[in-house]
């Protein structure tokens, strides 16, 4: 089980960025998918969920401003940031399932002007 | 929103030694998850469904709870154990993680 994590970068208030997940090594469309963050020096924070048949559930936090999606052909997952805040700024992981089992190395965002 | 409460914040432990994390949760839950984070590294799943090893998770861990009172267990501290530990819900949207507890080998 691989998850890869890639779009991280700098931004500035108020606009967009896209986040990637590339999964390999199971069966990418059978599964629910996270996105969870973890700000500079602070916990673990739950972002957005998407199960298998592409249902989506959201922090309130970030409700209206991100969007989670898949697309199976491409084993891939996404999380389309807008409208970013400074308090967005932090580590976006990507991990499989409801439990969480399985965990990419992150993907760096810096929302700064 | 359901609020998870760790504590200890901070603890050391010695060589040996059995450690106990708590895990309080603001109203009831069906389950608890464990996940271990060491530094600079991404957070590994440990214990799911309140009780059940991750796979490849070492036997000295363990966990316990029902309803809003939950624990994680390390038998034998070991020097490779320091780090930090986090409870996490999803009996409820959304899903919940602790503050953590930052676990240091004495």
């Known amino acids: 089980v691989q998850l890869v994590e890639s779009g991280g970068g700098l931004v500035q208030p108020g606009k967009s960025l896209k986040l990637s997940c590339s999964a390999s090594?199971?069966?990418?469309?059978?599964?629910?998918m996270h996105w969870i963050r973890q700000a500079p020096g602070k916990g673990l924070d739950w972002v957005a969920y998407?199960?298998?048949?592409?249902?989506?559930v959201y922090a309130d936090a970030v409700k209206g401003r991100f969007t989670i999606s898949r697309d199976n052909a491409k084993n891939t997952l996404y999380l389309q940031l807008n409208s970013l805040k400074s308090e967005d700024t932090a580590i976006y992981y990507c991990?499989?399932?409801?439990?969480?089992?399985?965990w990419g190395q992150g993907a760096s965002v810096t929302v700064s002007s | 929103e359901i609020v998870l409460t760790q504590s200890p914040t901070t603890t050391a432990a010695s060589p040996g030694e059995k450690v106990t994390i708590t895990c309080l949760a603001s109203?009831?839950?069906?389950?608890m998850y464990w996940y271990q984070q060491k530094s600079g590294a991404s957070p590994k799943l440990l214990i799911y469904?309140?009780?059940n090893l991750a796979s490849g998770v070492p036997d000295r861990f363990s966990g316990s709870g029902s309803g809003t009172s939950y624990s994680l267990t390390i038998n034998t501290m070991e020097a490779e154990d320091a780090a930090t530990y986090y409870c996490?819900?999803?009996?409820?949207?959304?899903?919940?993680f602790g503050a953590g507890t930052k676990l240091e080998l004495k």
């Open positions: 469904s309140t009780s």
């Open positions: 090594g199971f069966t990418f469309s059978s599964y629910g």
């Open positions: 998407i199960s298998s048949s592409s249902g989506t």
């Open positions: 109203s009831s839950v069906n389950n």
């Open positions: 991990a499989r399932s409801q439990r969480m089992d399985a």
């Open positions: 996490q819900q999803w009996n409820n949207n959304p899903y919940t």
